[in-house]
């Protein structure tokens, strides 16, 4: 793991694109074409990449947004995309990653982390369902239990409320999912991660 450098977007971008065109071409380039504009608007906070060798083979990747909340506008972070070449996964980069950016977060003064993403995967890492701190998504279309966050020490009680994404996510169409996707994750994530009562 290290710090990206000037040189590793493209082989950054290689990983996005593939990590994400799996099972679709298209959402890779869609999610490959979302993070060189988040990088172009200056909006990265850290990159952090996995290598074998010289080879860039994970990459996460930490971004600004707000917290709307009701004293004042915090800036807060966002953990998105998460990325291992398919030849690599299931050997821990991905975990390591995640604990990478939760660290780079920290380190950038900011109190709280959030995601879009896997229940099941980011709660085993030290997420938590944002819902159960105050935390409101940017859009209705994201499953509540997909809303995840982690909370650092600079974080205070009274920072609650929707968590505000910069607009490139939106030109992007990356806030949430729309069906039958949505419909699809929410049929699933009813049945296996209930809302806490």
């Known amino acids: 793991m290290r710090p990206a450098r000037p040189g590793d977007e ?4 290689t990983v996005i694109r593939a990590a994400f065109g799996a099972d679709a071409p298209e959402h890779g380039d869609q999610v490959g074409d979302l993070w060189r504009e988040v990088r172009a608007s200056g909006l990265v906070l850290a990159e952090v990449v996995a290598v074998d060798g010289d080879e860039v083979v994970g990459h996460v990747g930490v971004s600004h947004c707000w917290l709307d909340a009701r004293r004042e506008l915090v800036d807060v972070a966002m953990l998105s995309p998460l990325s291992t070449a398919p030849d690599h996964q299931g050997r821990g980069i991905g975990t390591a990653l995640v604990a990478a950016a939760i660290e780079a977060a920290r380190g950038a003064g900011r109190p709280a982390l959030f995601l879009e993403g896997s229940p099941a995967f ?3 890492r030290g997420f938590s369902r944002a819902s159960s701190l105050g935390f409101e998504a940017p859009s209705r279309r994201t499953p509540e239990a997909a809303f995840q966050v ?3 020490a600079s974080h205070e009680d009274w920072m ?3 968590v505000v994404y910069p607009d490139v996510w939106w030109r992007h169409d990356s806030a949430g999912l729309r069906d039958p996707d949505l419909a699809f994750l929410e ?3 009813a049945r296996e991660h209930p809302p806490a009562t």
């Open 150 to 152: 982690v909370v650092h």
């Open 187 to 189: 049929d699933l994530f």
């Open 10 to 13: 493209d082989a950054v971008d």
């Open 160 to 162: 609650a409320g929707r």
């Open 122 to 124: 980011y709660g085993a």
